[in-house]
């Protein structure tokens, strides 16, 4: 139970450190040089070590930060998500992504039902059409082995897929290719259907309701694209979606369907039948199986390590400690290691849409600043993009993502004396150096560099599926941990809706427009009325 008194002091204590340690003594070139300062400011949980040495925190502060997650009880609210209670106020449901990779003993239940059961089901499933597509004993209708798969599916449906998918490429030996069609824009169909063969291609469709527009959208695309291959559509196109959904239709049958529940989100939900079916048929249900147990690891010690050894707790309140106390906008994450390229953009949603909330769980307006702005690029490639920023602007904190053992054993080359990976650790372990210690020029103002900015580094021994598992885990505790802290539901997103709603109106002109090319756009507002036209006319002149 949260101890509303204890937490006021503490979160003033803590704005009392944010003033201490903008003193020039506590700069962090001068933290840094602390003796045992990485013993001290590091921990080694649930696979990986995650090092905070480098960020603007000394022992006071983050004993003020654990008595703020103690006070806040966020450890015992992870668990009791975990264990099926009902999490998500808003909508009245468990949120339950973790139970997807449970395979302990432990019992789950959700409106008296076991729930562990079900999903169990829905994994042997998965396990054994993957095998049967792979073994050739499920094709086309011409007979051909699948050679592609199509995931047609719109945020959560397809990021954290993507990601797993691109960080585990170097072990995709099933000889499928893997294909991400989210956007409803036509030139992304239109770029896919050039790189696939129609007889050999398996449609993923993925949508909870099976109503979501853009997919459905996408869906009938590709059940024409099928048709005029003179294919049969029950050969080639799967579903990921709810129990009883048009998608789990038995009057119009696709060639199997995968079912989702409600306790398990959009973007946490990769760990399920929705990131499961491709993930299967791309790397093989036992790679897969083993990414969930990576998951399932994180998810234990999220739960079970004391707040001080806790790597996605300790995250979550040096993210509060930055956004709240500190003032940073904004959070980079730069994996150096390109197959990990795709994490910041799965991270971004599913942080973003997490805790992007202005309301708590009680609806009262938040008194304070949720979320933070989170980008991203592999490292080199950030370094030549935005570190000028980085160094000299604007600051923002960074997590530094680093893979000890590469995919590739073609690391012999040398250039300036070091392999092409230790050139990549080069820079992984000066550019946090940099950023803290910075830089004075006399001769050269342009070349001053404050410093004094904030970093973590997570490290993981290489790109198994075990790791990757740990790795998107570790960020779904992390989100959930600060939702906590907040007192928001991370698992919601009634700001996404918004935007669907005025587009409905928006469509329903164009769709008048289609009907009766008489009809000008009249009751519709005076700058969608002008944009619709330049979209009717092809001409954007006369503005």
């Not at 209708?141 to 945020?155: A, D, L, M, P, Q």
């Not at 491709?278 to 004391?306: C, I, N, Q, T, V």
């Amino acid at each position: 139970m949260t101890r509303q008194n204890d937490v006021s002091d503490t979160w003033h204590q803590l704005k009392t450190h944010a003033e201490r340690m903008s003193r020039t003594e506590n700069h962090l070139s001068h933290l840094i040089q602390q003796g045992n300062r990485l013993v001290d400011f590091s921990v080694n949980g649930g696979g990986m070590m995650y090092d905070f040495s480098r960020q603007r925190i000394d022992r006071d502060v983050m004993q003020s930060l654990y008595e703020l997650a103690r006070g806040k009880n966020i450890r015992q609210r992870f668990v009791d998500m975990v264990e099926g209670k009902t999490v998500n106020k808003t909508e009245n449901r468990a949120a339950l992504h973790t139970a997807a990779r449970d395979f302990s003993d432990r019992e789950i239940n959700v409106n008296g039902v076991h729930v562990k059961p079900e999903i169990g089901r829905v994994r042997d499933e998965m396990k054994a059409f993957s095998e049967k597509v792979q073994a050739g004993e499920i094709c086309g209708t011409t007979g051909k082995r699948f050679e592609h798969v199509v995931v047609i599916g719109i945020g959560g449906s397809y990021l954290g897929t993507e990601f797993v998918a691109k960080a585990l490429e170097g072990l995709a030996d099933r000889k499928i290719s893997l294909h991400f069609l989210s956007n409803v824009d036509i030139d992304c169909f239109g770029s896919i259907t050039e790189k696939i063969d129609p007889e050999t291609t398996l449609w993923v469709v993925i949508s909870k309701s099976y109503t979501t527009t853009e997919t459905m959208a996408n869906a009938r695309q590709a059940e024409r694209f099928i048709l005029r291959h003179n294919l049969d559509t029950r050969d080639h196109i799967v579903t990921v979606t709810s129990k009883g959904s048009p998608g789990d239709d038995p009057e119009n049958p696709a060639l199997a369907a995968f079912h989702m529940f409600d306790f398990i989100g959009g973007r946490f939900s990769v760990t399920s039948a929705v990131g499961g079916v491709p993930l299967s048929l791309y790397l093989g249900y036992d790679r897969f199986e083993r990414f969930l147990k990576g998951a399932e690891e994180m998810d234990e010690h999220a739960m079970s390590a004391s707040p001080e050894k806790n790597a996605p707790l300790i995250a979550a309140m040096l993210s509060i400690w930055n956004n709240n106390f500190l003032g940073y906008e904004a959070n980079a994450i730069i994996p150096y290691s390109s197959p990990l390229s795709k994490l910041p953009a799965h991270i971004q949603q599913l942080y973003m849409e997490s805790n992007g909330k202005g309301v708590t769980q009680a609806g009262q307006t938040v008194e304070e600043k949720t979320g933070m702005i989170i980008f991203g690029e592999p490292g080199t490639n950030a370094q030549h993009s935005f570190f000028q920023l980085a160094h000299q602007g604007r600051p923002f904190p960074i997590d530094f993502i680093g893979v000890i053992k590469p995919h590739y054993d073609m690391n012999t080359q040398k250039s300036k004396g070091v392999t092409n990976h230790q050139e990549l650790w080069s820079n992984l372990i000066a550019q946090p150096q940099a950023l803290a210690t910075g830089k004075s020029d006399s001769k050269n103002p342009a070349g001053n560099f404050p410093g004094n900015r904030p970093s973590s580094t997570i490290l993981i021994k290489e790109l198994s599926p075990e790791n990757i598992g740990r790795l998107l885990a570790f960020y779904e505790a992390k989100t959930v941990f600060e939702a906590f802290i907040w007192e928001i539901n991370p698992f919601d997103q009634f700001g996404v809706e918004l935007g669907k709603v005025m587009a409905s109106e928006v469509r329903s002109a164009i769709a008048k427009k289609n009907e009766d090319p008489g009809y000008n756009f009249e009751g519709v507002g005076s700058i969608e009325k002008r944009y619709l036209e330049i979209l009717s006319n092809g001409d954007f002149s006369g503005i």
